[in-house]
């Protein structure tokens, strides 16, 4: 079993996660339906999504962001850049029905939702 290195942490999550992706940059971080995106390429496209969040959508620090999204290789990047931009991740099981989506996007108060395109359909409906 492969120990974690503490000395890596820092001030929160985020900081912790961005000392992995740059210490193992050349490594294979995620493999999905046959594309493998190393440490490095998840570092850049967390950052530019983290920028898009605050430069584009105008989502502060603390807001919260709904990430709808199954186990791909998206979500991962989706999420790193949701803690670089200092937001709140409110996860959601892509499976759920509009009625329950309705429910858990309005109590979490999320001002923005990151959603696979497939699941836009029920989104639409609420």
Same mark, same amino acid.
């Given at each position: 079993?492969?120990?974690?290195? $503490? ?16 210490k193992?940059?050349?490594?294979? @971080? ?5 594309? $493998? ?10 950052? #530019?999504? #983290? ?27 989706? #999420?790193? @850049? @949701?803690l ?15 009625r ?9 108060? @999320? ?16």
């Amino acid at each position: 079993m492969t120990q974690i290195n $503490t000395t890596l942490s820092r001030n929160n999550l985020a900081d912790f996660l961005e000392g992995f992706l740059q210490k193992y940059a050349e490594k294979p @971080a995620y493999s999905c339906l046959g594309q $493998t995106l190393s440490f490095a390429e998840i570092d850049a496209k967390s950052k #530019a999504l #983290a920028c898009f969040l605050q430069q584009q959508e105008n989502l502060n620090q603390g807001d919260r962001i709904v990430i709808q999204l199954p186990n791909l290789s998206q979500y991962p990047i989706a #999420a790193y @850049a @949701a803690l670089r931009a200092g937001l709140v991740v409110v996860n959601t099981n892509p499976l759920y029905t509009p009625r329950e989506m309705q429910h858990q996007f309005s109590d979490s108060g @999320a001002k923005a939702i990151i959603i696979l395109e497939d699941l836009l359909p029920n989104l639409e409906k609420i």
